[in-house]
């Protein structure tokens, strides 16, 4: 258990600058390499992150370095800006610390608002105290809350009701706004993540993150889907989850118009070449995912317009022999 935990992204969300630097293969999967330009490690008491999308910085008086280059993006190894010019406290509790309370400030540093027991998301964060013990299978008086809501708790933005969205995409840490909206708000987070099994894109343990596949429970779907008239689609191993869950959601850096960098949990799909993914003021997401978002971020060649992609939705898991469009040819010039 604990030797899969500690490839999982909860217990890095929080770090003492001297375990990051110098690099001693602290992260498992990835590496801070300095802190902003101008700034020394002896200046950095806390980083925040660096396990998958980015990395900021906490000085010594436990205030965030802010600044146009003090943010490190981990997938291309640039820097940029986070607050300029304002001054940001370290008030990013309860969500990113074990057992964080209101009052305070940890360590005496007057940027580091409230206190906590731990850095980062450990066992004792959502089993209670005491689960130094839990590898232990007799010690049972562990807290276990299996809801959504307990996820949700740190995996949300503001009100649940709504999904803010910035810059044309829906805004990090929002799993549990997302999926609120639709029909899988019955399901419970755990019923398809194990906690203890991370997901990092280089993590060896990452197909067992994942316990139920789509196909467990939508076999109907699976099936119409294997025998799409979009051949094409089987042919280049396109899975449910490239169209059912693409990154519309972004953290660090987007990838590209219509991809983001952090998996959306919308699922669902409207297939009208009218829709908008955002209100007029692009302030929020509307709850659903628009093709730009299923299609286009593939369908990238300058044919398959929006309107193209509506013409053939409905056949993605269309098993009529005759399809309801008859496929043109175009090719996939950049994936
Ligand atoms: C106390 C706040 C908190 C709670 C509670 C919490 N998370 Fe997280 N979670 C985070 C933060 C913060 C990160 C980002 C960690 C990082 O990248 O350094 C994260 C990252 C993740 C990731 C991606 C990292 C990886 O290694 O896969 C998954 C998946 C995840 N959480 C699922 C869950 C599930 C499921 C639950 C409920 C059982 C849950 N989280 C409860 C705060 C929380
Ligand atoms: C993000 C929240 C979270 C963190 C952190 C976490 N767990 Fe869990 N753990 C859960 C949830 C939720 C379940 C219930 C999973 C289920 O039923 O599928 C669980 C189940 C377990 C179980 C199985 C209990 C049973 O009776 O089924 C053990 C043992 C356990 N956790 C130990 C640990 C240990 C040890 C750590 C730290 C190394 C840890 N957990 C960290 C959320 C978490
Ligand atoms: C409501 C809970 C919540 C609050 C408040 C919050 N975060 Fe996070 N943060 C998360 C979660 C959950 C993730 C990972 C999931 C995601 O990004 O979708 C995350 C991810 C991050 C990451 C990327 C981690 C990595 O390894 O790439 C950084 C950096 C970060 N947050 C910084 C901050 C800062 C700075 C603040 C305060 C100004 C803050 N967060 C406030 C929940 C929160
Ligand atoms: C544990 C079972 C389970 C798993 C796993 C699961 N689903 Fe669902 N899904 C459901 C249920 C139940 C509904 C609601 C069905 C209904 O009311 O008709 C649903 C609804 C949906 C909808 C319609 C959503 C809406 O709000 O209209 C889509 C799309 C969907 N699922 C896609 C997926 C994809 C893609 C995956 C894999 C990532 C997946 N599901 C995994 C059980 C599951
Ligand atoms: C090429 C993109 C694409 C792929 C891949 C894909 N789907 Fe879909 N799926 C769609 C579109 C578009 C819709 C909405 C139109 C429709 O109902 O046919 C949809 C609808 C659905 C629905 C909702 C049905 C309803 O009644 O609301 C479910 C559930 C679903 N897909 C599951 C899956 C599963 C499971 C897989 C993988 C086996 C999968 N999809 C693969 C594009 C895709
Ligand atoms: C129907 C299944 C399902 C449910 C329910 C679900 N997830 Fe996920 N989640 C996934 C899958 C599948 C992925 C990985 C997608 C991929 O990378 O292929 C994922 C990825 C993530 C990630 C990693 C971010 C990233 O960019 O990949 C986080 C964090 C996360 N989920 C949190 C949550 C939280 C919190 C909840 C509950 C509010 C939740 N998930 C509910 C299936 C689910
Ligand atoms: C993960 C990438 C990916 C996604 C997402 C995706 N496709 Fe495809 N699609 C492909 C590939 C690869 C081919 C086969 C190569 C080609 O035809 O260019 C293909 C072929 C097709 C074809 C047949 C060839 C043609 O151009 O007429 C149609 C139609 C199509 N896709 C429609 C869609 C629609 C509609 C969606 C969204 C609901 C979608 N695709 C989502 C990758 C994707």
Redesign the pocket.
Known sequence: MYESFVKTGHPYKLNEAEDVSPDTGYYPFSSVPSPPSGVAWADVDKVIGGFWWKARFIANDGFIITGTDVQYNLIDSSWTAYHAGEVKPYDCGPCHMTAYKSVGNQEGKPGLIGTWEANGIQCEECHGPGSAHLADAFANEMKIDRSSESCGKCHIRGDVNKIPASGGFIRHHEQWNEMFTTKHAALECIDCHDPHIGLHPDNPDRPQAIKLQCENCHFVEAATFAATT?T??I??S?TCN??HM?KAAKSALAAGLYEGDVTSHLWR?NTDSTAEMFTPDGKFANGYLT?EF??L???TDAEDTKGW?AE??G??HNVAATPKKP??????SQ?
């Open positions: 979009i094409e689609h042919d280049s396109v490239d169209c693409p799909i093709l299923a299609c971020k593939c369908h992609a053939y939705a056949d993605a496929l043109i040819s175009t090719s996939i994936r």
